[in-house]
């Protein structure tokens, strides 16, 4: 079925799952790769780059929002970027494809930091006799980074996974903002603003509470997938 012909409380769950299957993937490969990276012993001012890096969470919402929605304006400093790289200017905040990314854009910036910092928590608890060992058996950075360091860091990834998926399935704040920006409202709406507008804007109580108790069971649904999965091999 065309998405012009779904029901709002279908389009709704459609915007949340796009950028839910789209944004959380993103998020934690580029926090772990961050995290791999500052818990490199080469590397030097790791306090910097993680102050700078989980700058965006720890911002104020209104003030962070600002800023992105600055950098997306069709003369803002990306498009200006892409330009001169020789790439047209992209309809961020016009186009109904561009503005869902627009959306996983400003999540990824806000929350990747934060998950970084719980990787590399984990990271830093990894005995490194299991390094010393594999290097022995003549694994190569690739090698070790497959077998030790992503079965040792499984517990902490499931975690960021599982955190980020709830989270995702909650989002107000971000697309809220991006919609006063002038995105497409059709576009960018999740379910859970959907939710708001019915309960406290149209008074369908009835209506918004049973979208509460599915969303409740989706969301439990896809934590426990997402454990069974992802958990211990002798769980």
Not at 63 to 85: D, K, M, R
Not at 96 to 103: H, K, N, V
Request: proline share 4%; aromatic share 12%.
């Amino acid at each position: 079925m065309a998405l012009h012909q779904q029901s709002p409380s279908q389009e709704r769950l459609f915007n949340t799952t796009f950028v839910l299957l789209i944004q959380v993937p993103l998020m934690i490969v580029t926090a772990l790769l961050l995290a791999v990276a500052l818990d490199a012993s080469f590397v030097r001012f790791k306090g910097l780059f993680r102050t700078a890096l989980a700058l965006p969470v720890s911002a104020n919402l209104v003030a962070y929002s600002t800023v992105f929605l600055l950098l997306v304006q069709e003369t803002g400093l990306i498009n200006y970027a892409l330009t001169a790289l020789g790439f047209g200017p992209v309809p961020w905040l016009t186009s109904e494809f561009w503005s869902r990314m627009t959306l996983v854009g400003a999540v990824t910036w806000r929350w990747t930091g934060y998950n970084m910092i719980i990787l590399l928590a984990g990271l830093q608890n990894i005995p490194q006799q299991l390094y010393e060992a594999a290097e022995i058996d003549g694994a190569n950075r690739f090698d070790k980074f497959r077998y030790v360091t992503v079965p040792q860091l499984r517990p902490v990834l499931l975690f960021t996974v599982v955190t980020s998926t709830i989270g995702m399935f909650k989002l107000f704040a971000e697309p809220a903002i991006i919609n006063s920006g002038g995105a497409p409202l059709s576009s960018t709406i999740t379910i859970v603003q959907y939710i708001y507008q019915t309960a406290f804007i149209d008074f369908q109580l009835g209506y918004a509470s049973a979208l509460t108790y599915v969303l409740i069971g989706v969301v439990s649904v896809l934590s426990i997938v997402q454990i069974r999965v992802g958990g211990s091999d002798d769980a």
